[in-house]
């Protein structure tokens, strides 16, 4: 028997799905289903739907799937004032790129929020009592990150882009492996022969930024070398910070002959920093950075400028927004882990420590 959901899907669907259902011997309303992930159309059933609807280049009207379904085909992106420098940051942009191919591919919309800091908590409980999203996906996160117990208790599918150092809870992320890039990047400039080696991090309170320090730290200990904390610096990731950053340690009388900075756009500023001072990087100072392998902000073209730790943040966003929208159509199953290896990319920026006179 034909119900009311499925005599609206016929009226909007109109003649695609008729068509599409007529050429596989099937009546609409199981191809509506089968597309729609509903469980009582068996698997060689679906698999058949899917396989044609891709043959035949359909594309199921969303308004139609959010009758049926009861999904809101959208996925939400919660951004507080004090982060929403993030928006217009080119990593940020980049992460966007990526997951947007995902929604669109699978027939979802984005929303990006813009709420103040004290209100965060409040936007998520909103967005859920609405029916606005359908999950959501964590920028940003910090040490013991208070969104990740919220978003499990209002029961709003979620992933983390990171991870969260002490959280115990068990959640979804996807991560590059940040320590394991900065201890192979200081292993590098070791075997280079520089031991003072300069750390120029993101703020220290966020996750990434804690495990690229512990790598760092790890790879001096192994070698028996002491941390200096002359040599290193946390703060937001800007051209301008980086370049004080570094003219401060290039300034004290016994500076580093090796930076390893946190983002290319930091990087930036101390190439600036060291040929102000009428330096060379790669000759009298080397310099490592993290490559996120930006659209619009590329690290050189057939030869690197920097020697880098690489790992493409647009293909990290296609594969967390995968990662969502497979947990939204499969909600009984448990938190999904991903934890990326960032290359190590050799570019113009280092060398061989300089000889001391």
């Known amino acids: 028997m034909i119900g009311p959901i499925e005599t609206v899907l016929g009226q909007i669907l109109s003649m695609n799905l008729k068509e599409l259902a007529s050429k596989l011997g099937l009546s609409p309303t199981t191809v509506s289903r089968a597309l729609n992930g509903y469980p009582e159309v068996n698997e060689s059933t679906r698999e058949r739907v899917v396989a044609a609807a891709k043959r035949y280049n359909y594309s199921p009207n969303t308004r139609a799937i959010r009758l049926a379904t009861g999904r809101a085909m959208a996925v939400g992106h919660v951004i507080p004032i004090a982060t929403r420098h993030e928006i217009v940051n080119p990593v940020f942009a980049d992460f966007i790129a990526g997951a ?3 929604y669109s591919r699978n027939g979802y919309d984005m929303l990006l929020s813009v709420v103040s800091d004290d209100d965060e908590e409040g936007a998520y409980r909103d967005l ?3 029916g606005a999203i359908d999950g959501i996906i964590v920028h940003g996160p910090n040490q013991n990150d208070p969104r990740i117990p919220l978003l499990r208790d209002i029961g709003l599918p979620f992933v983390v882009h990171g991870r969260s150092t002490g959280t115990t809870l068990p959640y979804s992320w996807l991560d590059v492996n940040n320590r394991r890039a ?3 990047a200081t292993e590098f400039l070791l075997d280079l022969g520089h031991t003072r080696i300069a750390l120029i991090n993101g703020l220290e309170f966020m996750d990434f930024a804690i495990r690229r320090r512990t790598g760092y730290v790890d790879a001096l200990a192994a070698r028996k070398l002491a941390a200096d904390p002359a040599l290193m610096f946390s703060d937001e990731m800007t051209e ?6 570094a003219r401060a340690m290039l300034a004290l009388p016994h500076p580093p002959t090796a930076f390893l900075v946190s983002s290319m756009i930091s990087g930036m500023g101390v190439r600036r920093a060291i040929e102000s001072l009428n330096l060379h990087m790669g000759r009298e100072v080397s310099v490592i950075i993290h490559d996120d392998e ?3 902000l590329r690290n050189g073209a057939e030869v690197p400028i920097f020697t880098a730790t690489r ?3 647009r293909e990290a966003g296609r594969l967390t927004a995968e990662m969502l929208l497979d947990l939204i159509a499969n909600p009984g199953e448990g938190p999904k882990e991903r934890l990326l290896e960032a290359d190590l990319i050799i570019g113009q920026s280092t060398g061989p420590a300089p000889r001391k006179n």
């Open 182 to 184: 900065f201890q192979r």
């Open 311 to 313: 790992s493409s943040v």
């Open 294 to 296: 930006l659209s619009y």
């Open 100 to 102: 947007g191919e995902t």
């Open 240 to 245: 301008v910070a980086g370049y004080q950053a």
């Open 128 to 130: 859920k009592s609405r």
